[in-house]
């Protein structure tokens, strides 16, 4: 069990903030809300001046999606011959 004064110490909150106030308060109520429907993903710097944004990353994928489909048929079809 921590002791008190490094449990102070680790506290990263303002002393203005009165926790006491904050009475109800349930963690993750809204998790699945806030992420339902969305992936996230990182894109790596190198690739930002390309890919500046959400809608560039979507193009480029709907352009590659047809070509990634038809490799994954044929190769299912060789696997099953």
Known sequence: MKNASADRLNDELRPEYDLSRLKGGVRGKYYRQ???????????????????????VN???????PVLRRQRRAGSKRRSA
């Open 34 to 56: 806030a992420t339902g429907g969305t992936n996230l993903v990182l894109i790596d710097p190198e690739v930002l001046d390309v890919f500046p944004d959400g809608a560039a």
């Open 59 to 65: 193009q480029a994928l709907h352009a590659l999606a």
